[in-house]
């Protein structure tokens, strides 16, 4: 077993974990942080998006143990008990999503994409988006959200990025 250790979401976690173990399973079966999704499980469709030290990251991809000392966001760090993230807000308010499945790892590359360039063309937006496949809605409104929260200037850092 190996022991990981990492800032998940602003809160210092540690799990002892086969060494083989990705991060997204890290996430999902040791932490029961079920948002980030297992789509491909072979780095083509995003689902499993996360963001590590300021990177947006394919989570099926990482080993957990590369996660070791570094800072990790999820989707269920964006949000407060009383407030969505902007981009939740904005993608809920634009019907940004159909079935909902691709959301979190866009909405996590998006923000990853905000945090670097807070005023992104169309096409940085794309760019930034070409690693989430989305099945159902032909991104149109998913990138409308994300520069209505670039216009607005809203795109705030979760609790645990720096
Ligand atoms: S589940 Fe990771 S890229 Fe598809
Ligand atoms: S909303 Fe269904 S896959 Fe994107």
Excluded: W
Excluded at 27 to 38: I, V
Excluded at 40 to 48: E, H, K, S, Y
């Amino acid at each position: 077993m190996a022991t990981v250790t990492l800032t998940l979401n602003g809160d210092v976690r540690t799990a002892s974990v086969p060494p083989e173990t990705t991060l997204l399973r890290l996430l999902r079966e040791e932490f029961g942080l079920t948002g980030s999704k297992l789509g491909c499980d072979v780095g083509d469709c995003g689902a499993c998006t996360v963001i590590v030290d300021g990177k947006s990251v394919n989570s099926c991809l990482m080993l957990a143990v590369q996660a070791d000392g570094r800072d990790v966001v999820t989707i269920e760090g964006l949000a407060t008990m009383s407030r969505l993230h902007p981009l939740q807000q904005l993608f809920e308010d634009k019907g940004s999503l159909q079935c909902g499945f691709c959301g979190p790892g866009v909405i996590m590359s998006a923000k990853a994409l905000l945090d670097e360039n807070p005023d992104p063309s169309e096409q940085e937006i794309r760019d930034a988006l070409a690693g989430n496949l989305c099945r159902c809605t032909g991104y149109s409104k998913m990138i409308e959200a994300i520069q209505a929260v670039a216009r607005d200037g809203r795109g705030e850092p979760a609790k645990s990025a720096v």
